[in-house]
């Protein structure tokens, strides 16, 4: 991307007609535009150890995977082939960059930026996600296949690893210029071949599971629960036969369970479940201290970790941040500087002194330090 070149979406049409709905093709005008990565840069990332990479390798219905870091020899192969890099937002500003065009979807429903390489004929295959993606080609061109709506019941090749579809029913057929998205819903059927070499930038989505949902929301629950209430049955009517566990006592169990549920649990297990980092943050205690010692000694900018998760909800009694899963009560005086976080991702100069002047905000800096979503210079 580059200065000048807009996303040429109405913000408001898509939100109210595709998302989460119907995949829509985004015409975007080629000129201004320059990938965010060049391809040999995407190479480099996939060598890396630390980076996460696979690789897939297609001989007809024969899919292979394999996993980085790759060397240059990997990149030698017989059959047409693809590269994906994980969460490269992490490590190159230019693609963390890409996710402000989509800042109409608040960040906490965003996940990693995933880039890939294919040579000519390259694909993952014919799949489904179960989160939303917008597909952003980069260099070369791609044409992607829509296929038929799918769920935990459609079914797959055999593998171990990829989940490949079985049948794919090409709905709509797209060629994507650089610069052009796609956009594909959760459960749409989709499948992009290179057409010569090619690059595609994966701003996806994620969405906690319902399930994750329900145990977060229970765990809250029962911390904050009475355990010495028990199962009731007041008003019973005479048991005909002892031996049987009648349907009325479950229907009683099932509406008592539901009366404990209804009671009011706070908010932070959804903050901390959607702020959950996809990796682990590894925190040096002896760095945090000597960043928060820089902090307070007056350092010249904070910015939030390229990785961190950070999002803020404002309640009745003050703001609640949430921060790579952890949550922490904090006054409101802090809300501008959170705002600017969020937002500019640094703070610096007389904007961070006046930020360190609010002591609450000042706290709520170390914080961030502790939980490594900030860092200092
Ligand atoms: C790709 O970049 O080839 C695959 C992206 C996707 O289908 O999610
Ligand atoms: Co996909």
Partial sequence: MSGGWQLNLDRAVFLDEYWQRKPLLIKNNAEGFTPALDSDHL????????????????????????????????????????????????????????????????????????????????????????????????????????????????PLLPHDEMRILEHFDTSAEYLLDPGDILYVPPGVAHWGIARGECTTFSIGFRAPAISDMITRWTDQLLLQMDVEQFYRDAARTPASLPGELHPTDVRHAVAQLRAALDQTVGNQWFGELVTEPRYDVEIDEDEVAAAQALLRAGARSVALSPAAKLAWQQGEEGLTVFANGESLPCARSALPTLLLLCDRRSLAGDILDKALSDLDTAELLERLLQYGCIYVE
């Fill in 43 to 154: 190479a480099g990332l996939a060598m890396d150890d630390e980076i996460e990479s696979r690789l897939i390798e297609q001989e007809g219905s024969n899919w292979q995977v394999h996993h980085g870091p790759f060397c240059a020899e990997d990149f030698e192969r017989e059959h047409p082939w693809t590269v994906l890099v994980q969460a490269v937002d992490h490590y190159v500003p230019a693609v963390a960059e890409l996710q402000r065009l989509f800042d109409f979807i608040p960040r906490w429903r965003m996940d990693d930026v995933m880039v890939s390489y294919a040579v000519d004929g390259g694909s993952a295959g014919p799949h489904y996600d179960n989160y939303d993606v917008f597909l952003m080609q980069g260099e070369g061109q791609r044409l992607w296949r829509i296929g038929q709506h799918c769920d935990s019941t459609s």
